[in-house]
């Protein structure tokens, strides 16, 4: 922790509730801006509601594309929240503090995005319902428990709520600050919002027991979500190229390394629009940068096993999958680009210091990464159908319709716009988390240096 | 009978709090009956406050017990209620229905764990009595909940310590 600030409880409140009691000059016009692309979206829906799912380019054999493509990289970014925030505080990681917070918003709004996707996909988004919940007793139909299709709303239901409710506890100190620092409506919001917290040592006691015991419980589900989602394509036999026992943890790995190349991403754009500069600072760039070349490492291991254990069996149809995956054009483009982006270019940068400190390289690798695990994903479910199935008569190549391009640019413009809006209200940085810190880091002297030293309770 | 008066004494450092807390045990009010407000959390014991003991750990397996009954419920309710055979899998197929079973369990734990929380915490509790905003700037709150024939051995206790302010709901 050698590029620590000492600060006090008057300046963190100043610094780090800067965007929630005033406006910054370019919030509106940005918000706005946003607003409009994601109006545009939803007409966009409205659109392909009335119409139908002719106006997209899903046709035979290729019913999953762009959108279910985008559903499973929006749950691949939720996991970075509860992956940083949670494994962090269960090792009670000093350098967590400013980034814990940004994580779990960005599952709880990633998640938020990704439930569009199978929702609009379906083309009738109301009959959901159907698959879902128990309610239509009149006719006596109800969800099939056994599908795939049926596991997916409970594990993101799952998600979603416990994500929502970790970040909820979490902000209950912070919201109380944000209480004796308002008036007005905003007052009696903040009142209402923070439950009457006082800060006794109840409290604060409750407060870090929640941490640890809500990140335990949340790990868990982290895990189980997107291994569900990975069966939405492992458990289906007859498409080359999906049905793989290596699916669940490949994917979930596959999550961490995007989801985290996000947490990167956000972190540096907080530090530009808000100026915290104290607060996020290079070593917890260079501390996340080397947390990702480990998850990379590991990904590239399961990217590798998935492929091998396609091509060594000498089985004829997974063999040609990947021959057109790897070196059939347009294919062979969009993998070249994605190993490209997702592994060998970033992940070799990272390994310099000079990189990882580097906060504009920081933010530009991991957007590199997402769009390679992007693509990933699309390269995963669109060549595996676009190949002839047994019973399949008709086929037709798959061609992304404007429509669809319309909505993945939607979906950035809608977590960009929750998120914009939250920092309105509710601080990004936890002020307590951050105020602790300073309680529990002193400076100690050894030889001729002073080493700033954390000190540690015994629980 | 519940307190009627909220006394606050407000101090700039925590060994000033420490103080007023220690004075407080001398001149014999009851443990529970004043506690310490901080914007920060502190190593536990650090004013010589007392260390609440709580039951946090039972929500979780209750709720965790809720969960798995709903969904064995939902589980097999659905596929009995309208049992068609697919793909050959049996009606009540055990492995989907772990999924779905594991899923239902931890989020009745979650949520049970954060009804706990707050439940804990003794929350919510809009009436805030004694309290002062620049708590949260870094200032030691020290709270004393009395009835009226004691509010002024408190008042005077809070500012034999040393109290900035003293403050009276």
Sequence with gaps: ?459 | MAASNSVLGLYDTPDAGANAMDGLKSAGFALGTFDVLTGTPYPEGAFGEHVPQHRLFRFPFFGAMVGITLAILFTAGTQLAYPVVTGGKPILAVFAMLIIAYELTMLGAVIATVVGIIFESRLPNLNLGAYDARITEGYIGIVVECEDDKVEEARGVLQTAGALEIKTA
């Excluded at chain 1, 254990?309 to 062979?332: D, T």
């Excluded at chain 1, 994605?338 to 990189?355: G, N, S």
């Design chain 1, 1 to 459: 922790m050698q590029q620590r600030r000492i600060l006090d409880e008057v300046a963190i409140n100043h610094e780090l509730l800067r965007g929630n009691l005033a406006t910054p000059k370019w919030w509106l016009p940005t918000v706005l801006g946003l607003l409009v692309v994601v109006l545009f979206g939803f007409t966009l829906m409205g659109i392909m509601f009335n119409k139908g799912l002719g106006v997209t380019g899903l046709n035979r054999p290729v019913y999953w594309g762009l959108f279910i493509t985008t559903f499973v990289f929006w749950v691949g970014i939720s996991h970075a929240g509860i992956m940083i925030s949670a494994i962090l505080r269960l090792t009670q990681a000093e350098w967590r503090r400013p980034v814990t917070r940004a994580a779990e918003l960005l599952t709880v709004f990633s998640l938020l995005t990704a439930l569009f996707f199978p929702l609009i996909h379906a083309g009738r988004p109301w009959r959901i319902f159907y698959w879902i919940t128990p309610f239509d007793f009149a006719r006596g139909i109800f969800p099939n428990a056994r599908s795939p299709l049926v596991w997916d709303p409970f594990a993101i239901g799952t998600y979603l709520t416990g994500s929502t409710l970790f970040l909820y506890v979490a902000l209950l100190p912070d919201l109380g600050v944000l209480r004796d620092r308002t008036t007005g409506w905003k007052h009696s919001f903040y009142t209402v919002a923070s439950l009457g917290w006082r800060g006794n040592p109840r409290q604060w006691r409750l407060q870090t027991v929640a941490g640890i015991l809500l990140s335990a419980l949340m790990l868990p589900i982290f895990v189980s979500v997107h291994s569900i989602v990975s069966w939405d394509f492992a458990v289906t036999p007859s498409v080359e190229g999906w049905h793989s026992t290596v699916f669940a943890p490949y994917f979930v790995v596959g999550a961490v390394h995007s989801g985290v190349s996000a947490v990167v991403t956000m972190m540096a754009v907080m530090r530009w629009l808000w100026g915290w500069d104290n607060y996020i600072r290079p070593e917890h760039f260079d501390a996340l940068a080397r947390l990702l070349i480990v998850v990379a490492c590991a990904w590239l291991g399961f990217t590798f096993a998935e492929l091998i254990f396609g091509v060594y069996s000498l089985e004829a149809p997974e063999r040609a999958l990947r021959e057109m995956q790897m070196f059939q054009w347009p294919w062979n483009l969009l993998f070249i680009i994605f190993f490209l982006t997702a592994f060998a270019i970033p992940v070799p940068l990272w390994f310099f210091k000079r990189v990882r400190n580097n906060i504009a390289m920081m933010f530009w690798t991991s957007i590199l990464v997402n769009i390679g695990m992007w693509l990933e994903r699309f390269l995963i479910i669109v060549p595996g159908l676009s190949r002839k199935q047994p019973f399949v008569f008709t086929w037709d190549s798959y061609q992304v319709s404007p429509l669809e391009w319309g909505l993945l640019l939607w979906s950035f413009a809608w977590v960009m716009m929750l998120m914009l809006l939250f920092s309105k209200f509710f601080p990004l940085i936890p002020l307590f988390e951050t105020k602790e810190s300073q309680v529990f880091t002193t400076d100690v002297k050894i030889g001729r240096v002073n080493m700033p030293a954390v000190i540690r309770e015994l629980d």
